[in-house]
């Protein structure tokens, strides 16, 4: 539910954006059918395994030594892929007009990896879509729109089934805190974010998570 904010902050820095493609819906504009046509592509695979495997999921993944897992795994991934991309001086198309409708349904079977607790959402559809051959701020552009449809969804989905246990466990004032800070957060990283992958790549954030993993199965064997 907290993620809902994150949300609400793509729809605020991209609503420029999201409001020129919306209309252009209405008059034809083939980049406005393009980038819906890609959204719904890479939204429909955790869409449909994320049903399908939603209790499993819970039941064995969801755990310190399984997210540890992802975090390390994920990190490893970030630097091996930041690192020959780098060696082979791949910079990748730039502007969401290239994310075809194969690049889409490539980048939506990277995100159905996030399900996997601990390897993040963001990490693996803007992995894929540099696989794909996507600029990194590109990969990362497309990954928050992205995030429209698939967090909009899974706060709507698990916001149903546990709507007693928000009114009654947790309440109203600390969901609307959570939200707010989440919203303040993400709309602040957001630009930044972008302009740091422009500089610097994902790798920084492989090392981090690397650390992290590292600290978490370090606290669990003590």
Do not use: D
């Not at 803007?126 to 701020?137: E, K, Y």
């Not at 706060?155 to 109203?172: D, M, P, Q, S």
């Amino acid at each position: 539910m907290i993620q809902l904010g994150a949300v609400l902050a793509v729809l605020v820095e991209y609503r420029k954006l999201l409001a020129e493609r919306t209309a252009g819906l209405f008059t034809g504009k083939p980049e406005s059918k393009a980038l819906l046509l890609a959204l719904v592509i890479a939204f429909l695979p955790a869409a449909l395994l994320g049903v399908a495997f939603h209790k499993a999921i819970k039941a064995h993944l969801f755990g310190p030594v399984p997210v540890a897992a992802a975090l390390i795994v994920g990190g490893v991934v970030m630097i091996v892929v930041e690192r020959i991309r780098r060696s082979r001086g791949i910079v990748g198309v730039t502007g969401l007009e290239n994310v075809t409708p194969k690049r889409a349904l490539a980048i939506g079977l990277g995100q159905c990896v996030s399900m996997w607790p601990g390897s993040s959402r963001s990490m693996c559809t803007i992995v894929a879509g540099q696989l794909t051959g996507l600029s990194t701020a590109t990969a990362a552009e497309f990954s928050f729109l992205l995030a429209l449809p698939t967090l909009g969804a899974a706060t709507v989905y698990e916001g149903f089934k546990a709507r007693h246990e928000l009114g009654l466990g947790i309440g109203a004032a600390n969901l609307v805190i959570g939200l707010i800070v989440s919203f303040l957060v993400a709309w602040g990283v957001i630009a930044m974010f972008i302009r740091y992958l422009q500089r610097r790549g994902l790798e920084p954030f492989g090392y981090y998570r690397i650390a992290l993993g590292a600290i978490v199965l370090w606290v669990l064997a003590r």
